[in-house]
């Protein structure tokens, strides 16, 4: 998948880009501020229909306009599409191929990324939500109904939870509990079976990945917890066997949840575990390790979706590089080499040519996007002299 133009209107502090891209590695750089990372956050919401970085839609839009209009000539299996986000006012239409897409739903996933932010280190470390919203940002955009079932799940939840926190006695709730769990079991099963075989074929390529990033040194292991208390290859197995074991894990949970007010069983508790050389990565791994590990789990993804779509979707990467040694950048830069596109941000372009010759160096300045030529600025240290 390629992203071949960029048009941005009034987007943050871009007033006006129109740039366009070949296969391989796009690199933005620029000082601090300068909007480099907007240009990232400008393709995730072609790709997801919502920011990375802000939940209201507002945030987006150029101060003190009215308008703002993102579009995007991508490159897929299927051939040439448009895709285009406007925001007028509080609106915001989605538009494919130059007709609108009603429902938001059908809009993500058309343009399939992997996205790594310098906060993904979190996923080593971080609290076990950070994990799951790994799992559930690659695959709602690799399967559709996964997030179906995923918003169906919730709701569910939150209806059996606010039962429990109700003041029924607990004879009467564990009755009308028991109306809910096949529904919450039937939710809970695609979202098991599509984590637990996601989590099988990461495995592999977020292995040999670290160990390319690390030459060596360690080796990575991954492990999908199931916050139901399975275990075992039935996880990624048929899915009625496996919806009728998740009901009677609820089942078996019922007078714990009413003593204790919640439900404490199900896919809202599952988790990933990461550990280097057999321990656990999570309170043992050093900064430089745990960001080669988030960027190993991120590859990886992005060779999954590969493999289930046929098609190798785009990689957006925030400031990765600063926080790596100059073997490891030159490891992840080759690893980066066998994916089809990257977009990557960067303050300094010193350096990065010969990392990584032939990339598509464009520089950015307060908003301003221009392709840079090769070889570098006349200023000498790579930045684009300003006035
Ligand atoms: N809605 C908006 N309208 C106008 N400008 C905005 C808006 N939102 C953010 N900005 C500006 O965009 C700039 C931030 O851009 P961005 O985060 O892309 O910087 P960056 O180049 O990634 O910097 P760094 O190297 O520090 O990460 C800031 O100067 C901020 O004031
Ligand atoms: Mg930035």
Same mark, same amino acid.
């Given at each position: 998948?390629?992203?071949?133009?960029?048009?941005?209107?009034?987007? !943050?502090?871009?007033?006006?880009?129109?740039?366009?891209?070949?296969? %391989?590695?796009?690199?933005?750089?620029?000082?601090?501020?300068?909007?480099?990372?907007?240009?990232?956050?400008? *393709?995730?919401?072609?790709?997801?229909?919502?920011?990375?970085?802000?939940?209201?839609?507002?945030? /987006?839009?150029? /101060?003190?306009?009215?308008?703002?209009?993102?579009?995007?000539?991508?490159?897929?299996?299927?051939?040439?599409?448009?895709?285009?986000?406007?925001?007028?006012?509080?609106?915001?239409?989605?538009?494919?191929?130059?007709?609108?897409?009603?429902?938001?739903?059908?809009?993500? %996933?058309?343009?399939?990324?992997?996205?790594?932010?310098?906060?993904?280190?979190?996923?080593? +470390?971080?609290?076990?939500?950070?994990?799951? !919203?790994?799992?559930?940002?690659?695959?709602?955009?690799? /399967?559709? =109904? &996964?997030? &179906?079932?995923?918003?169906?799940?919730?709701? *569910?939840?939150?209806?059996?939870? =606010?039962?429990?926190?109700?003041?029924?006695?607990?004879?009467?709730?564990? =009755?009308?509990?028991?109306?809910?769990?096949?529904?919450?079991?039937?939710?809970?099963?695609?979202?098991?079976?599509?984590?637990?075989?996601?989590?099988?074929?990461?495995?592999?390529? $977020?292995?040999?990945?670290?160990?390319?990033?690390?030459?060596?040194?360690?080796?990575?292991?991954?492990? &999908?917890?199931?916050?139901?208390?399975?275990?075992?290859?039935?996880?990624?197995?048929?899915?009625?066997?496996?919806?009728?074991?998740?009901?009677?894990?609820?089942?078996?949970?019922?007078?714990?949840?009413?003593?204790?007010?919640?439900?404490?069983? +199900?896919?809202?508790?599952?988790?990933?575990? *990461?550990?280097?050389? %057999?321990?656990?990565?999570?309170?043992?791994?050093?900064?430089?390790?745990?960001?080669?590990?988030?960027?190993?789990?991120?590859?990886?993804?992005?060779?999954?979706?590969?493999?289930?779509? %046929?098609?190798?979707?785009?990689?957006?990467?925030?400031?990765?590089?600063?926080?790596?040694?100059?073997?490891?950048?030159?490891?992840?830069?080759?690893?980066?080499?066998?994916?089809?596109?990257?977009?990557?941000?960067?303050?300094?372009?010193? +350096?990065?040519?010969?990392?990584?010759?032939?990339?598509?160096?464009?520089?950015?300045?307060?908003?301003?996007?221009?392709?840079?030529?090769?070889?570098?600025? $006349?200023?000498?240290?790579?930045?684009?002299?300003?006035?």
């Amino acid at each position: 998948m390629l992203v071949r133009r960029l048009i941005l209107r009034q987007f !943050r502090n871009i007033r006006s880009a129109d740039l366009a891209f070949g296969p %391989g590695t796009v690199i933005f750089y620029g000082e601090n501020g300068a909007g480099k990372t907007n240009l990232i956050e400008a *393709i995730a919401l072609l790709a997801l229909g919502k920011s990375f970085r802000a939940a209201r839609d507002a945030a /987006w839009r150029m /101060w003190g306009t009215e308008e703002t209009l993102l579009r995007a000539e991508v490159e897929t299996a299927r051939g040439r599409e448009t895709l285009e986000l406007r925001l007028v006012g509080e609106e915001k239409t989605a538009r494919a191929g130059g007709l609108p897409v009603p429902r938001l739903a059908d809009f993500v %996933g058309r343009l399939g990324i992997v996205l790594f932010v310098p906060d993904d280190v979190e996923l080593v +470390g971080g609290p076990p939500a950070v994990r799951r !919203r790994f799992f559930d940002l690659e695959l709602s955009q690799r /399967w559709p =109904r &996964y997030l &179906y079932h995923l918003s169906r799940y919730h709701k *569910i939840l939150l209806q059996r939870n =606010r039962l429990l926190k109700s003041d029924g006695d607990p004879a009467t709730l564990g =009755r009308l509990l028991e109306a809910y769990d096949p529904l919450l079991a039937e939710s809970a099963a695609p979202i098991v079976r599509a984590r637990a075989r996601f989590v099988d074929h990461l495995r592999p390529y $977020a292995e040999a990945a670290y160990r390319a990033l690390a030459g060596g040194r360690e080796a990575l292991r991954l492990e &999908y917890v199931s916050g139901s208390g399975l275990a075992g290859a039935s996880l990624a197995g048929e899915e009625a066997a496996l919806r009728a074991a998740l009901l009677k894990r609820f089942e078996a949970g019922r007078a714990t949840d009413v003593r204790r007010r919640q439900t404490l069983t +199900g896919p809202h508790r599952d988790d990933l575990t *990461i550990a280097l050389d %057999g321990h656990p990565a999570e309170g043992h791994a050093s900064q430089g390790q745990r960001r080669s590990i988030a960027l190993a789990l991120k590859l990886a993804a992005a060779r999954v979706a590969e493999a289930w779509t %046929g098609e190798a979707p785009v990689v957006l990467l925030d400031d990765v590089l600063s926080e790596l040694d100059e073997r490891r950048q030159r490891a992840f830069l080759t690893l980066l080499g066998e994916q089809g596109q990257a977009f990557l941000t960067v303050a300094d372009r010193r +350096g990065l040519e010969a990392l990584r010759p032939g990339a598509q160096l464009f520089s950015v300045t307060a908003g301003a996007v221009r392709p840079a030529p090769p070889g570098g600025a $006349a200023d000498g240290n790579g930045q684009e002299e300003r006035g």
